[in-house]
T-cell receptor, first 117, second 112 residues
Framework: GAVVSQHPSWVICKSGTSVKIECRSL??????MFWYRQFPKQSLMLMAT?????????EQGVEKDKFLINHASLTLSTLTVTSAHPEDSSFYIC?????????????FGPGTRLTVT | GEDVEQSLFLSVREGDSSVINCTYT??????LYWYKQEPGAGLQLLTY?????DMKQDQRLTVLLNKKDKHLSLRIADTQTGDSAIYFC????????????FGAGTRLAVHP
């Protein structure tokens, strides 16, 4: 149980285009999902907290208009990188909390590698 | 503030024990976690410990928590080549129980 998927697993896009990444909880409902960014050989940096049915909460320094987050259902959150630039190239990982669990555990997706050319 | 620190690299011989250390600054952290990340993959939760515990054992894994020193360790007994990965320590800070604050990760290399 507690499986989180991401789609696509990798994507290459041209500078100036937008790309959407999906995060799904497959066998549980998640009122809260999280989006992280990981640079090579570095830790995960929390970008935003995605709450079902409401606006996402962004961490300091993360541009809301550039990284659009939508959490329209209890099993799906999307991250759209708008007007992507090469510096947006990174590994994006989502996680989700099972609404039934009280231990704040987060289940992580396998990640999406974005390369902007 | 919220900060989690780890040593960046550890090399051990197959069959030996590995000990990965972590220090954190938020003395009111509720849960502390150890995650494993293999190359190109997401994070896998290995184990977690509630802040009112000082030890937790799960098969080859032993977690020790010293709240006074804000020090967390993960011991892997009988380390195998399949244990080679990056290990992240993480905490849930008092500023937001929904958040996870990660350390930089310790790269464990297991050699024959």
């Amino acid at each position: 149980g507690a499986v989180v998927s991401q789609h696509p697993s990798w994507v290459i896009c041209k500078s100036g285009t937008s790309v959407k990444i999906e995060c799904r909880s497959l066998d549980f409902q998640a009122t809260t999902m999280f989006w992280y960014r990981q640079f090579p050989k570095q830790s995960l940096m929390l970008m935003a907290t995605s709450n079902e049915g409401s606006k996402a909460t962004y961490e300091q320094g993360v541009e809301k208009d550039k990284f659009l987050i939508n959490h329209a259902s209890l099993t799906l959150s999307t991250l759209t990188v708008t007007s992507a630039h090469p510096e947006d190239s990174s590994f994006y990982i989502c996680s989700a909390r099972d609404r039934r669990e009280l231990n704040y555990e987060q289940y992580f997706g396998p990640g999406t590698r974005l390369t902007v050319t | 503030g919220e900060d989690v620190e780890q040593s960046l690299f550890l090399s051990v011989r197959e069959g030996d024990s590995s000990v990965i250390n972590c220090t954190y600054t938020d003395s009111s952290s509720t849960y502390l976690y150890w995650y494993k990340q293999e190359p190109g993959a997401g994070l896998q939760l290995l184990t977690y410990i509630f802040s009112n515990m000082d030890m937790k054992q799960d098969q080859r894994l032993t977690v020790l928590l010293n709240k006074k020193d804000k020090h967390l360790s993960l011991r892997i007994a009988d380390t195998q080549t399949g244990d080679s990965a990056i290990y992240f320590c993480a905490e849930t800070p008092t500023s937001g129980y929904n958040k996870l604050i990660f350390g930089a990760g310790t790269r464990l290399a297991v050699h024959p």
